[in-house]
DNA sequence: ATGCCTCAGCTCCTGAGA
């Protein structure tokens, strides 16, 4: 079973890209069967249904206007879906969870936070303390789950292509690093760290500077399991061919591969 | 450089991203 989490940055624009990986996945005999996509940029009614309806994929959605909105794919049946927090009041659409398979999973879009000390950090913050306390509970009932996402926050300075230069900037401060430790805390692994590391492992790259082909980047878009999934793990790698695609997104996306059974 | 891209939208500039 392959699970893939990719940042889209606008459906819209990437539908194709999208559509074109899935195939090539398929094509080359190791099919995407999940995929959670972040930052739609869309409304629910925009949504493309039918084009994942054709390409074999079942799709639920939770969109917004211009900015935010998550989805997952499955080949297979998503059931008990559920959209954002349980109880976080939270205008902004960032979380779409669903059994698959058993397998509880959960695609995020975890906030940017902008810069330590302003209220989009606070607000992170806060959501990062929910999201916590929530997924403690999903675990709890759900031996077998997956969080995957764009978390927006580097494990350490094996993440980030300049530690000296961003030290304790967004995405590398010890606050959000703390609530990301806390998470593995609950019986989570950082799937990529189960194997060994490529040179400058990283999943996002900015637009500006030449910034990929500079190797200049961040991982921030992780695929945490339980430890019962953990067994069943057999790889997880960046996919970066998306990257050199025309008009790319400014993520890539991160796939995993389990080991099929239960 | 309070910059560099890219995207959405009350679109010819601004806010947000990371």
Redesign the pocket.
């Known amino acids: 079973m392959r699970l893939a989490t990719w ?1 889209v ?2 459906l ?3 539908l194709p890209q999208v559509l074109d990986w899935l195939a090539a996945q398929q094509a080359s005999g190791s099919a995407i069967d999940v995929l959670a996509l ?2 739609l ?3 629910d009614d925009k949504f493309p249904f039918d084009a994942f309806t054709a390409a074999g994929y079942e799709a639920v959605c939770f969109g917004q ?3 935010n909105g998550v989805a997952l794919l499955s080949r297979a049946p998503l059931n008990a879906v559920v959209r954002n927090i349980p109880g976080f009041e939270d205008e902004m659409a960032r979380v779409i969870g669903a059994t698959v398979n058993g397998i509880r999973v959960i695609g995020a ?1 975890f ?2 936070g ?2 330590p000390g302003s209220d ?1 950090f606070a607000y992170k913050m806060r959501w990062l303390q929910a999201l916590r306390d929530w997924v403690r509970g999903e675990l709890a009932v759900h031996a077998q789950l997956v969080l995957m996402g ?1 978390y ?1 926050i580097t494990f350490d300075d094996l993440d980030v292509w300049d530690p000296v230069g961003l030290k304790d900037t ?2 590398c401060t010890q606050e959000e690093r703390a609530h990301l430790s806390a998470l593995i805390a609950l019986g989570l692994s950082d799937a990529m760290r189960l194997f060994p590391q490529p040179e400058k492992n990283y999943s ?1 790259w ?5 910034a990929f082909r500079r190797k200049q980047g ?1 991982r ?1 878009d992780h695929i945490l399991i339980s430890d019962a999934l953990r067994p069943r793990a057999l790889a997880c790698a960046v996919d970066t061919g998306p990257r050199r695609n025309e ?1 790319p997104s ?2 890539a996306p991160v796939v995993l591969d389990l080991r099929s059974g239960g």
């Open positions: 940042n940055n606008s819209t624009v990437r972040q930052e940029k869309l409304t206007k211009t900015y879009y906030p940017n902008q810069e989009k764009d927006n967004i995405h996002w900015d637009y500006r500077n030449m961040l921030i008009r400014d993520h």
